[in-house]
């Protein structure tokens, strides 16, 4: 089963850019959709973004035009590049992975803090 370990969190200030990265392992990330969640203090985890296999990618809403999903099939990486970030992106942000027939997410990485300063 594939392993997610997330990397790149960290403490920016109101419109400075950050970009996390999700290395996989134990399985090629070919076979699996690969999300970006997040949670903030006090509220329920929610869906960032997600790419296929195939590259098709979705954005929420409150993050379109400001950040990007990427995937690097070679690495073995999905990517999220986050630019103008604003003090309600804070949250830990988790990797996610699930089968492309299936909306069940089967791995999820330790998470990374992401905390941007008004």
């Known amino acids: 089963q594939v392993r997610l370990v997330e990397s790149g969190g960290g403490l920016v200030q109101t419109g400075e850019s950050l970009r996390l990265s999700c290395a996989a392992s134990?399985?090629?990330?070919?076979?699996?959709?690969l999300g970006w969640f997040r949670q903030a203090p006090g509220k329920e985890r929610e869906m960032v973004a997600t790419i296929t296999t195939y590259g098709a990618t979705y954005l929420m809403d409150s993050v379109t035009g400001r950040f990007a999903i990427s995937r690097d099939n070679d690495k073995n990486t999905v990517y999220l590049q986050m630019n103008s970030l604003k003090p309600e992106d804070t949250g830990i942000y988790y990797c996610?992975?699930?089968?492309?027939?299936?909306?069940?997410?089967?791995?999820w990485g330790q998470g990374a803090l992401v905390t941007v300063s008004a």
């Open positions: 134990g399985s090629d990330i070919l076979d699996y959709v």
């Open positions: 996610g992975a699930r089968y492309i027939d299936s909306s069940q997410y089967l791995a």
